[in-house]
């Protein structure tokens, strides 16, 4: 009876969750969004929601200031984001879209470790709370 | 007719001696010794170019000859006259007496083996069964494969390893003399011995000197040599499916798989000594040139288990041969002393080549690094295609 109750409670989550996806996003990742407005909103009071322009700018965007080797998001993710990325060290990173890996942006502590460590690669420094949800509104919306 | 025949035994083996020639080697020693033949020149090509892919050939080979050692044992107790260890076996001062009328010239004529030929058989067989002892302890010991993988260790396989290859080039020596021995006797008797050994036949002289005549029991032989073999294939399977000494697991820890796993190819912990694993760990921010930071909980875990699993408490090939660390570059596997020896036939392009992707890619070849056994079966060099 308990273990009844288990899979349709999971049943009903995975619903949700598919038709949230349909939807757009998942609930995970409306709440990750959701926290970086947050961020963002109490770092600037003009703040206004995210824009996918803007992630787009930023994600094919050559910065300055991390290694000379990463000088950009595309680098490692190639300027497709639907398409197969490949890291340094030769490993296949799926791609960046969520349409084609709807598993991505749905754990905050991972979204978190990739722009921590990428930022910090490509840019010298920590990503804002507005740079990282415009970047997850662009690809979320491919 | 009887002929005369000046003969140290008191009975010759009269049905035998009718005629121009008698057969002294029976089937049994005709196919023993050339199945030998075969089976040593194979081993000894295939042990001696020292090729992996020729590794399995090279193991069976010497199981092949095993299995003809323990036949011909049997059959020196069950063949028939000049088969019988009884009717040649004989006192090393009798072959230095041998020896000494072979150069006077007063050397009598044996029908089976001579005295000296005596001691070439036995100084073979004995160095044969020598090799089979010390590959067996390579095999469990460096491979970690066969029937003592789970007693013998890494440095007991290793110093077996020099003893089979010095025993390897001994039997060589043996060879040269034992085929030496067969071209001054051949002269000596203006008989072929190497014929005798093909057909079995040899002539009938006034002065030779025979054996107790015996029959043959090929029935009991092939019994015996068959429990024999039965039972040794037996207690190897029994003892093969003991757990390797000092072999990891085959799995990987999960959270490490999929951390360090996501950028590259999640190295097995047994390739590093525990310090080389704890820098790597306390330098994350800088990992051979990219941030691969991680959170506080997982770098934790990681780290034990890196640390728990290290080469120190492994006794594989790669967790001996990659223990000690490179002293210009202590972080990097691939500058050990060790990584470069064990590397040093694969062609520095085949690195470079897009199919492998660099000298850290260890599981694009070893198809087991998972499982941090590095076999040497296990290795597939990708083969790029050439552009037209």
Same mark, same amino acid.
């Given at each position: 009876m308990k273990h009844l109750r288990r899979t349709l409670a999971t049943l009903l989550v995975l619903a949700a969750g598919s038709t949230a996806t349909l939807a757009g996003k998942s609930a995970a990742q409306q709440a990750i969004q959701d926290g970086y407005a947050a961020a963002a909103r109490a770092a600037d009071p003009a703040f206004k929601g995210f824009s996918a322009e803007r992630g787009k700018a930023f994600f094919h965007a050559k910065h300055g200031g991390g290694k000379p080797e990463t000088p950009s998001c595309t680098t490692c993710h190639t300027s497709d984001p639907t398409a197969a990325g490949k890291s340094r060290a030769g490993k296949t990173i799926a791609p960046m879209a969520a349409s084609r890996?709807?598993?991505?942006?749905?754990d905050q502590k991972q979204v978190e470790k990739w722009f921590r460590r990428n930022c910090s690669d490509v840019l010298g420094r920590a990503c804002t709370a507005s740079e990282k949800g415009d970047v997850l509104a662009y690809l979320l919306s491919l | 007719m009887t002929e005369p025949t000046t003969s140290? &035994?008191? $009975? $010759? &083996?009269a049905a035998r001696t009718a005629g121009p020639t008698r057969v002294v080697w029976d089937l049994g020693v005709r196919a023993f010794h050339w199945l030998l033949v075969a089976g040593v020149a194979g081993a000894l090509a295939t042990g001696l170019l020292e090729r992996k892919s020729l590794f399995d050939l090279h193991v069976y080979l010497g199981t092949a000859i095993g299995v003809l050692v323990l036949f011909r044992v049997v059959w020196g107790f069950s063949g028939s006259t000049y088969a019988r260890f009884a009717s040649f076996v004989c006192s090393p001062f009798t072959a230095l007496g041998h020896l000494r009328d072979l150069l006077t010239g007063k050397a009598p004529h044996h029908v089976g083996h001579n005295p000296l030929g005596t001691w070439m058989i036995l100084a073979l067989l004995t160095t044969i069964t020598a090799l089979l002892a010390t590959g067996v302890i390579v095999l469990g010991g460096v491979a970690k494969e066969g029937p003592v993988k789970a007693f013998a260790t890494y440095a007991f396989g290793h110093a077996a390893k020099t003893v089979h290859e010095g025993l390897a080039f001994g039997l060589m020596g043996l060879i040269g003399l034992h085929v030496l021995g067969i071209v001054v006797e051949s002269l000596r008797t203006r008989e072929s011995l190497v014929g005798a050994m093909i057909h079995g036949r040899k002539k009938n002289r006034a002065d030779d000197i025979g054996a107790a005549a015996a029959t043959a029991r090929p029935f009991i032989a092939l019994v015996l040599a068959g429990c024999a073999i039965a039972g040794a294939y037996a207690g190897t399977e029994a003892l093969a499916r003991l757990p390797a000494r000092g072999v990891p697991g085959p799995v990987l820890d999960k959270v490490y798989a999929a951390e360090c796993g996501a950028c590259h190819t999640p190295h097995h912990p047994s390739i590093a000594p525990a310090a080389t694993w704890q820098a790597i760990m306390a330098n994350l921010g800088d990992h051979f040139g990219d941030n691969a930071d991680l959170d506080a909980d997982a770098g934790q875990r990681i780290g034990a288990y890196l640390t728990a699993n290290a080469s120190e408490r492994w006794d594989t090939r790669a967790a001996n041969r990659l223990r000690a660390p490179s002293a210009s570059e202590p972080l990097r596997v691939t500058h050990t002393r060790g990584w470069k020896r064990l590397h040093r036939h694969v062609p520095g392009e085949a690195f470079a080549s897009a199919a492998v992707g660099g000298r850290a890619n260890c599981a694009r070849c070893h198809r087991d690094s998972d499982s941090g056994r590095f076999a040497a079966r296990a290795i597939a060099i990708p083969q790029e295609r050439t552009k037209p």
């Open positions: 890996s709807p598993e991505r942006f749905s | 140290r &035994s008191d $009975t $010759t &083996s």
